[in-house]
Nanobody, 116 residues
């Protein structure tokens, strides 16, 4: 399984950015599929995640500002980020898991920097 994240960059506070993640494998049988982030000096945290059964989890800090979406045919997962804040600055990773007890696969990460 390979995951390739892209779309990061520098954006001003209040701006928008869309991240993309290209997956090498099928998305249909994912147990969990989505985005995490890690800021300097902090632990990696969940941002937005599809869970099996069409459930979606969002971090409280991004609810109402970020939207996760997917295109199964193209094997793509997206993260639309609106009204960005400096505290959203982090490396963003896409991740895929096929079983609750299974291995989590990670992309290489894409840096998002929000300037105030």
């Amino acid at each position: 399984v390979q995951l390739q994240a892209s779309g990061g960059g520098l954006v001003q506070a209040g701006g928008s950015r869309r991240l993309s993640c290209a997956a090498s494998g099928n998305l249909f049988n994912s147990y969990a599929l989505g985005w995490y982030r890690q800021a300097p000096g902090s632990q990696r945290e969940l941002v937005a995640l599809f869970r099996r059964g069409n459930n979606i989890d969002y971090a409280d800090s991004v609810k109402g500002r970020f939207t996760i979406s997917r295109d199964n045919a193209k094997k793509m997962v997206y993260l639309q980020m609106d009204n960005l804040r400096p505290e959203d600055t982090a490396v963003y990773y896409c991740s895929q898991k096929f079983q609750p007890w299974g291995t989590a696969y990670w992309g290489q990460g894409t840096q998002v920097t929000v300037s105030s």
